[in-house]
């Protein structure tokens, strides 16, 4: 199934494009996935950009925005241990 597959609309007359819109979504620090208190969930508007691409906008000093920042510098410092993008490694 793909994005396209599902009900979109375009909200508002001046969109980019289409949205889920009000789509909760779990988060958690890339440094510590399985730390129950470091989770969060939110409640964002994602923009459909292709079959299995969403875009969302964060600000900086939000949860997610902090989490993706942290991802961004790992990944920009090829440090992968943090990078987990909901792998499970097997400590419960």
């Given at each position: 199934?793909?994005?396209?597959?599902?009900?979109?609309?375009?909200?508002?007359?001046?969109?980019g494009g289409?949205?889920?819109?009000k789509?909760?979504l779990?988060?958690h620090?890339p440094?510590?996935?399985?730390?129950?208190?470091?989770?969060?969930?939110?409640i964002?508007?994602l923009?459909?950009?292709?079959?299995d691409?969403?875009?969302l906008?964060?600000?900086p000093?939000h949860?997610?925005?902090?989490?993706?920042?942290?991802l961004?510098?790992?990944?920009?410092n090829k440090d992968t241990?943090?990078i987990?993008?909901g792998?499970d490694?097997?400590h419960?």
């Amino acid at each position: 199934m793909t994005l396209y597959e599902l009900l979109l609309y375009q909200i508002n007359e001046y969109d980019g494009g289409f949205y889920l819109v009000k789509a909760s979504l779990d988060s958690h620090d890339p440094c510590e996935p399985n730390d129950f208190n470091k989770q969060n969930v939110g409640i964002y508007r994602l923009q459909v950009h292709g079959p299995d691409l969403l875009l969302l906008m964060s600000v900086p000093s939000h949860d997610i925005g902090r989490q993706i920042a942290v991802l961004l510098w790992c990944f920009r410092n090829k440090d992968t241990r943090s990078i987990k993008m909901g792998e499970d490694d097997g400590h419960s």
